[in-house]
């Protein structure tokens, strides 16, 4: 399998489309909903996925569900990440969206808040579905709107061949092995660090990736009673040892510029030996650099920490328009893409991991890394706050702005996470 170059720009947020697919813009005309003279009902189905699988893999998938059953009919409309996101975003507004559509996490809070998804835990009750087989689920006051089909995860990638020259014999698993043998891979000399930290303030993604997974990583929340718990000892924990990483000199130069992508290149380029990345760089990498010998673990925990870890994601998210006159049917199609078989199928061909707990993906043709991420996906838990949340991307940056300060002696981390806990609760309350 390979790795599909529109799916990684999506995960790097670095997506730029020029045009609009002219039936994504035609959506949400409110004619969907309509049954047909037969009692046939037509679904609009608006994502992006389908524009990064392979040719007719997901054309099949859907077709197989209107095969089981012959009264719906599906219409994909499929386009790139971008534009659908401009689509969905002013359908949302109008209340003119699909019947189903493709969601990113960070879009869910305002969607939701403007009445243009439905509660799906009404449905799933209507429908007797048992929401227990789901990994996860997005929810805005105990209701759920956005259902991860997908998940593509960021493990840490460790580069072997730097570890076995430091002395380093183990992958570390906690922080205080992850800081020493930083250390280690550091003090080879050269050009070589022992871990990047892409903080760009134009795409901050860094602060929900390479920042705060070390705190999900220990069981650790950025929010308490979904308001924000900045100040707390887990959190100031965290950026304490960000902190100590800088003070160290292990971080690789450029870190406040440095955007995700530019992580990756110097990983695969032998110049870093540990990050914190997606799961579908893993093609990438070794595309560009064959011969590099490296591994995906779990994230290092607090020393001590002996429950689950987390481990952050994005998904692939579904929910289904508040508008659309067959919500039933809708449903019908959305736990049909969450059973086993479908969503092990669907996960296959992505190279990404099953929303529906039960399901396992096809590991034969793939590179043997994802089985072991996958393992280690079981192991723990998805984990990412940021989404569901609003304004998601701003929160990112105000955060970044505060942690850049403490990494460059202007200020202590305490006046950031206070600061940081100010901003936040200005946006969500």
């Known amino acids: 399998m390979t790795t599909r170059a529109s799916r990684l720009k999506r995960l790097l947020g670095a997506v730029t489309v020029a045009a609009t697919v002219a039936t994504v813009a035609a959506c949400g005309s409110g004619d969907s909903g309509d049954a047909a003279a037969d009692g046939t009902v037509t679904l609009e189905f608006a994502q992006w996925w389908g524009a990064e699988l392979p040719a007719g893999d997901f054309d099949k998938i859907i077709n197989d569900f209107t095969a089981q059953n012959p009264n719906i009919k599906i219409k994909l409309l499929s386009a790139p990440y971008a534009s659908t996101k401009q689509q969905l975003v002013t359908g949302a507004a109008s209340k003119t969206l699909p019947d189903v559509v493709g969601l990113d996490g960070a879009w869910v809070n305002d969607f939701a808040k403007q009445g243009a998804i439905a509660d799906m835990s009404k449905l799933m009750t209507d429908a007797n579905y048992d929401s227990s087989q789901l990994a996860s689920q997005i929810q805005l006051d105990g209701k759920t709107y956005m259902i991860p089909v997908v998940n593509f995860v960021y493990p840490l990638f460790v580069n072997k061949d730097l570890l076995t020259k430091a002395g380093v014999a183990d992958v570390p698993a906690t922080r205080s092995e992850f800081l020493d043998a930083a250390k280690k891979v550091t003090a080879t000399g050269g050009n070589v660090k022992g871990w990047a930290l892409p903080l760009d303030t134009a795409v901050p993604n860094g602060i929900q990736n390479d920042v705060m997974s070390w705190l999900w990583a220990s069981g650790g929340s950025m929010l308490a009673d979904g308001k924000p718990n900045l100040t707390s000892p887990q959190v100031k924990s965290t950026i304490e040892y960000v902190k100590s990483l800088n003070d160290a000199g292990v971080i690789a130069p450029g870190s406040l510029t440095m955007k995700e992508q530019d992580k990756v290149e110097k990983f695969t380029n032998g110049q870093v030996g540990m990050m914190i990345d997606s799961l579908a760089h893993i093609n990438l990498i070794k595309k560009n650099k064959p011969d590099l010998d490296f591994e995906v673990a779990a994230l290092p925990a607090e020393d001590g920490y002996t429950g689950k870890r987390g481990i952050p994601y994005a998904s692939w998210g579904i929910g289904i328009s508040n508008s659309t006159k067959h919500k039933a049917e809708a449903f019908k199609f959305v736990s049909y893409l969450m059973s086993q078989e479908t969503n092990a199928k669907l996960s296959t061909i992505a190279n990404g991991f099953p929303g529906n707990k039960n399901a396992e993906p096809d590991f034969s043709d793939s590179d043997p890394l994802f089985k072991s991420a ?44 206070a600061k940081s806990q100010e901003s936040w609760s200005s946006v969500i309350g």
């Open 374 to 417: 996958f393992d280690i996906y079981k192991q723990g838990y998805p984990a990412n706050e940021f989404v569901g949340l609003p304004k998601a991307e701003d929160l990112m940056r105000s955060f970044d702005e505060q942690l850049q300060l403490v990494l460059t002696g202007k200020q202590s981390v305490d006046d950031a996470l």
